[in-house]
């Protein structure tokens, strides 16, 4: 919710080169782990500049209209079932299910058939394959909404579960563009999703990654050895000694990266991060 400052630079250097120097729009949402009101800050300043953001649910959603006006781009941030009661006060909303579906039918209402309509949502779909990394969206199940709700429009790119996946032909989530966790996410393939709003169809770019993430097994001597892991995020498995904290100074020493050390341990649960 509150961004460091190194982390601000990084957005700031790429969305000034995006909006200023090549001049594309960008459309920025906010999720459920970010303040909304900080990341909206001077909104309307910015939309000038081509950085269009949404901090909160609004009631009157207006489009961001690109391609002269050929596509409409609904904007639906990290809301709650309250928010939208709040909004609507005399509709019945009683379940998240039930607050998507009134929001999504609002903008059914709007829409242009003339025009490709996209809504760029944070949401979580029933069903949805998590990665080991999406720890909140585990707690959250109870917030899931089906599929069904986002009927009637042309695309709809979903941001929250940090896995790659196509819930059909036109809902996508991109997924995070880096490695979170360990486990099933040390597989998963990053990259962006090119969608061409004349066609409707879509094309999955993987991203190279900076740093990788691995899981590696071994006695003590067999690890130190491996000169190939100095570049990657570590999740070590010692199988020869104790994870204590000699242990890991020791191979943190030589692998500035490890992330977490598990050795033998008599109930196998020795595990330092």
Sequence with gaps: ???????????????????????????????NHDSAARLASCRELLKASGLHV??????????????????????????????????FPDEAVRSMEQAMELVCEKLRQELDPNRFNIVVSHALIVNAALSDSDRSARIGQASAVSKDVFRGFDYVAL????????????????????????????????????LDTETGTTRFVPLPLLRDRKTVTGTYEELITRTELSDCYL????????????????????FPLLLELRGKSLDEQDTLT
Excluded at 238 to 254: F, I, K, M, P, S
């Design 235 to 254: 999740r070590m498995e010692v199988t020869d000694r104790y994870a204590g904290l000699e242990l890991w100074a020791d191979l943190q020493a030589r």
């Design 1 to 31: 919710s509150v961004s460091n400052a190194a982390a601000i630079s990084v957005y700031n250097s790429a969305v000034t080169t995006i909006c200023a120097e090549l001049g594309v729009p960008v459309i920025v949402i906010a999720g």
């Design 159 to 194: 941001g929250h579960i940090h896995k790659p996946q196509a819930i059909t032909e036109t809902i996508r989530y991109s997924g995070c563009p880096v490695k979170y966790s360990f486990g099933s996410e040390e597989t998963q393939e990053k990259g962006v999703i090119l």
């Design 54 to 87: 949404t901090g909160k649910l609004e009631k009157d959603i207006r489009p961001v209209l690109l391609d002269s006006g050929k596509v409409a781009v609904y904007s639906l941030p990290y809301f709650n079932k309250d928010e939208v009661a709040f909004l």
